[in-house]
């Protein structure tokens, strides 16, 4: 074998492997968005069934018995709602730390990083009962707290390594020219480093809105989000698998379809920087 | 417009002291260079104006008014960045607007002021256009016109022409020199490059370690440097060094002493026979450079040097060959590098 032709099996091996990944990665939520549509009965069936009638009474129940969209609702004022207020903190604390940088900024991104590895139910007595003292609990406004609190130090960290990427000059520039340090921000920094602001908006929107622990804990009806919805699928006398594939996909579907959409629009902010 | 007066200006960054007490006086209109090797502090001194660098000790007067406490925006300087610093999201329009809206002038003067500095560029064609869409040159044009609208009392450059290829350096080099005889205004400029220095200055500075060497027109410099430091910044190809082994003593300039060095630069180098000669040098090698050429020498005691002739020599590599200078040309640096003769 020459050793081109030993490249080609080389690169033809690392595509399969890839493929591979890919679908390890993706049979599950192919299986569960497969179950939603079969009966409780057939999806126990073993062997499994790869082919069978589809039908959508799994889907038509869970809209009787409960209401989807109140959950959905709740889902995408509190991951949006986290995700804005995280930002509007995270935006002055990530433009003060990357252009007045000093020996000390590291430590404090990693401190802050820290709490993250902190075990979320470590603080969940304080965080129940300041819920309960401020008259908070099962609100929308507490998840959007604990959410942007949950996801400060990720995002500002994201948004100092973005806005370090921005040439100083620029900004001595624009003090040159008499830029006040909001406009400084709302006018320079922000639409320079829009591509990484948008992204890190993205990932936090996600992590959001998969969080389940503090909605399961901290809302009981009224600010319940879809993995609340999804946990309270769990039955006493075991789980109905079509069922809870329904409502899983349910969950799922609207987060998959923004981040679909919105992916050519990070790509586009993505490549718009060119700053030289 | 307005002068500039500098005085025991100190920078240090935490305990490092990188700036130490410079004096300098910049008169109304002219035309000041920075020059010096790299870290030498120039442009720690041209961003200690701008007001990008906070002042540890001293004080910067900008025309009567010190401004050490004061915004960049409101010092009345405007500054060129080596790398132009553009606003990548602007337009060319926006570029040069964005600072006079700031300053809240009205619109119809903002344009007024934006269309007259691209007309002196020459750069209308684009004001639409958005900076990636324009080559070095352009840039750095637009970079000129934004400092220009702001119509400031002292233009700051610095290393405006480090980032553009040799031709557009010496054509924008000239329309820099063009736009301050238009101007009249103050400009400071720094630069690594001697004969950028040489060729726009009224007046040189010239820096080391945070000191400054010498300060005088590009001629004074170059005719009377102050020390060995900027006898051999001032002038290409640099000035020939020799030890006094390397001089005969009949030949040794007055109050010349054996611990001393003797500066001749090459393009004063005379050919001349053995016996009136003030130096000798092996011929090592030759650069022929059409108008002249580049004798590469080196004398008996090791020291090299370089002369430059109208034409080449004749000689095999390895012959000696003699030279002198008039006195009026011989430079004595005593040993502590200051000049004797300066």
Known sequence: ?276 | MAGLTIRNLVKRYGEVQVMHGVDLDIEDGEFVVFVGPSGCGKSTLLRMIAGLEDISGGTVAIGDREVNEVAPSKRGVAMVFQTYALYPHMTVYKNMAFGLQQAKTPQDEIDRRVRSAAEVLQITDYLERSPRNLSGGQRQRVAIGRAIVRDPEVFLFDEPLSNLDASLRVQTRLEIARLHERLKSTMIYVTHDQVEAMTLADKIVVLRDGRIEQVGSPIELYERPANKFVAQFIGSPKMNFFIAADVPPASRPDGFADSDTLGIRPEHLVRCDEASARVAGKLELVEQLGEYALAHLITPEGSEFIAKMETPPTEAHGEMLYFTAVPERMHVFSADGLSKTA
């Open chain 1, 1 to 276: 074998m020459t050793d081109r032709q030993r490249q080609i099996w080389i690169d033809r091996a690392a595509v399969t492997a890839a493929w591979i990944a890919a679908l390890v990665f993706f049979f599950p939520i192919f299986w569960m968005v497969l179950t939603s549509f079969k009966t409780e009965g057939q999806a126990i069936q073993v062997p499994p069934l790869l082919i069978f009638e589809p039908t959508l009474e799994n889907y038509l129940e869970i809209q009787d018995r409960t209401n989807y969209f109140k959950f959905a609702m709740n889902s995408v004022i509190t991951a949006f709602g986290g995700t804005l207020v995280a930002l509007l903190i995270a935006i002055p604390s990530a433009y003060s730390m990357a252009f007045n940088t000093t020996h000390r900024t590291k430590d404090v991104l990693m401190w802050m990083l820290s709490t993250k590895m902190l075990p979320a139910v470590g603080v969940l007595m304080p965080i129940y009962f300041l819920a309960q003292k401020f008259d908070l609990f099962d609100t929308r406004t507490l998840l959007v707290v604990i959410y942007a609190m949950m996801n400060l130090p990720i995002v500002m960290l994201i948004l100092f390594n973005y806005f370090r990427e921005i040439p100083k000059e620029i900004l001595e520039a624009s003090r040159m020219d008499g830029t006040s340090t909001f406009n400084e921000i709302r006018q320079i920094v922000l639409p320079l480093a829009w591509g990484g602001i948008a992204s890190t908006a993205l990932l936090s929107i996600i992590l959001c809105w998969n969080e389940a622990f503090w909605s399961i804990v901290l809302t009981t009806t009224d600010a319940s989000t879809l993995t609340a919805f999804v946990a309270s699928f769990q039955a006493p006398e075991g789980l109905f698998w079509a069922k809870v594939s329904a409502v899983s996909t349910l969950a799922c579907a609207p987060i998959v379809v923004f981040g679909w959409m919105a992916q050519k629009q990070l790509v586009q902010g993505l490549t718009f920087g060119a700053v030289k």
